[in-house]
């Protein structure tokens, strides 16, 4: 230990940089991870339909195999305390 302590102050806007730094880094980091579990959940689901299921399913851009609000939290909490 050199004795030598050092206080930084932020200012609102340099705090608020500083979250956006730190939120941005987590997005980076699990982004990967989210995307693969999502493409092999998509997969799965679509493995299990009839060829007509899969063109309804297709309709408006796949909307309807999206996650569930809570699917996407389970992912990001797994993600979380797998770190």
Do not use: C
């Amino acid at each position: 230990m050199t004795g030598k302590t050092e206080i930084h102050v932020f200012t609102q806007e340099e705090l608020k940089q500083h979250d956006k730094e730190v939120a941005t880094d987590a997005v980076k980091k699990a982004a990967p991870k989210i995307h693969q579990m999502s493409v092999k959940s998509t997969i799965r689901k679509m493995n299990e339909m009839t060829p007509p299921q899969q063109l309804r399913a297709a309709v408006n851009g796949g909307s309807s195999l999206y996650w569930s609000e809570e699917q996407l939290n389970k992912a990001l909490e797994f993600i979380g305390d797998n770190d």
